[in-house]
């Protein structure tokens, strides 16, 4: 149902990047309550939204990312003031997760994500909590995070849809990733790595000048 009605707002929000009116803004603000009020999995909608402006949209070259950023206030306060709430209804779990320092999970989580989607095999319906004794976990995983994001920013030019599907996995999987080591929470951030795999297939085949009739 959360997800039901965040896909009503995107929808309505491609329509508003054309038509430009208050209804429409509105309308956006309205399905992405009512997401919330289901289930707090699309908070980074706003963020979520300024990343599809500046591909498949294309609203980047029009005008700046900041005025972008600032017409998504009335967003911006319904997701902060759901993440107030949920974040006071379960202090514990977030108290909890600051005092076993699982702040140096959050990458290794990240990496282990992105991993599963790749090669899914040993999956779980609950992961147990990983051992971060070995700080080389932690070093590589942010290495590897930093390294597809550099090179995402500087490959924006050509490709854009990568930069895209990147910032829309990491941000998706924000709320979720380091508290929870669930599979069922990734449907969401998938939707980024598809862009990739998607639009970035074909053009591998096209220069590695593999046929067609491959990709069916």
């Known amino acids: 149902?959360?997800?039901?009605?965040?896909?009503?707002?995107?929808?309505?929000?491609?329509?508003?990047?054309?038509?430009?009116?208050?209804?429409?803004?509105?309308?956006?603000a309205f399905f992405f309550a009512l997401s919330l009020l289901a289930k707090p999995l699309w908070l980074p909608l706003p963020?979520?939204?300024?990343?599809?402006?500046?591909?498949?949209l294309g609203r980047f070259q029009k005008e700046s990312w900041t005025r972008l950023a600032a017409e998504k206030w009335i967003?911006?306060?319904?997701?902060?003031?759901?993440?107030?709430l949920v974040i006071g209804g379960q202090?514990?779990?977030?108290t909890s997760a600051l005092q076993d320092a699982r702040l140096r999970e959050i990458p290794v989580s990240y990496v282990r994500y992105l991993w599963k989607t790749i090669f899914p095999a040993g999956l779980a319906?609950?992961?147990?909590?990983?051992d971060l004794s070995a700080g080389w976990k932690v070093a590589f995983s942010v290495l590897l995070l930093a390294g597809v994001t550099v090179f995402a920013f500087r490959?924006?030019?050509?490709?854009?849809?990568f930069l895209t599907g990147w910032l829309w996995f990491?941000?998706?999987?924000a709320p979720s990733v380091g508290l929870v080591h669930e599979n069922r929470f990734m449907y969401v951030p998938l939707v980024g790595l598809a862009f990739i795999a998607g639009h970035g297939t074909p053009k591998l085949f096209a220069r590695w000048k593999i046929p067609d009739m491959a990709l069916t």
């Open 155 to 161: 490959a924006r030019g050509r490709h854009r849809y």
């Open 75 to 84: 967003l911006a306060a319904v997701s902060l003031a759901v993440a107030f």
């Open 1 to 28: 149902l959360s997800t039901f009605f965040a896909i009503l707002a995107l929808l309505t929000y491609t329509r508003y990047a054309v038509r430009r009116t208050l209804s429409l803004n509105l309308l956006v």
């Open 125 to 130: 319906v609950r992961y147990p909590e990983p």
């Open 47 to 56: 963020g979520l939204l300024l990343i599809m402006d500046f591909w498949p």
């Open 170 to 173: 990491l941000a998706a999987l």
């Open 91 to 94: 202090s514990g779990i977030v």
